[in-house]
């Protein structure tokens, strides 16, 4: 997004403040966002110092955070949700040939409505359409590379989704989901 000071800041930004329970050597950080180290320690030392992250040092190693009790913290954390979180991720990642509906439902879809509870440790997705089952594992590996959590897949053909006769559809249908077909950002 062009609000963010470049790409790698946003990058930073996103893993650092969408997994807010972990913290992450500089090294670790500028491998899994494949940023160069030294543009990697510009951006965490302009965000540390604008308090939007917290750094420690162990040893050699420089630890970084998120520091939730900034009040820019929460809104920050919803614009990346959308613009880098799963919502976004997900639907890149499943825009297959023959895919009618990708949902995301469980957990991450909860929070994502607004239900109290702990973050979500994966996201579970369902993806509707007559496809290729490598495929769709496929692009669940590389959504989970992307989002650095376990990405579910569960696959349905069009006439399974709309059997009502299936507990599985039947549990869906009846939770909070969040549809991501194409890269659409629609809700349901």
Do not use: C
């Amino acid at each position: 997004m062009p609000i963010f000071r470049s790409q790698h800041q946003a990058a930073l930004l996103a893993w650092l403040l969408l997994h807010p329970d972990h913290e992450y050597t500089l090294t670790e950080l500028a491998k899994r966002l494949v940023v160069p180290l030294t543009t990697l320690q510009r951006e965490a030392q302009r965000l540390v110092g604008a308090g939007i992250l917290q750094d420690r040092t162990l040893g050699r190693a420089r630890l970084l955070r998120a520091n939730l009790s900034n009040r820019t913290a929460a809104p920050l954390t919803q614009l990346l949700e959308v613009t880098f979180g799963p919502e976004t991720v997900v639907g890149e990642e499943f825009d297959l040939t023959n895919v009618e509906q990708v949902l995301i439902y469980g957990s991450w879809a909860e929070r994502y409505h607004g239900t109290p509870g702990s973050p979500p440790n994966d996201v579970d997705v369902l993806v509707v359409g007559n496809l290729d089952r490598a495929d769709v594992y496929d692009a669940a590996d590389r959504a989970q590379v992307r989002l650095g959590m376990q990405v579910n897949p569960v696959i349905r053909t069009p006439e399974q989704w709309a059997n009502d006769a299936d507990s599985l559809v039947l549990q869906i249908k009846a939770s909070p989901m969040v549809d991501v077909t194409a890269q659409s950002g629609g809700e349901s």
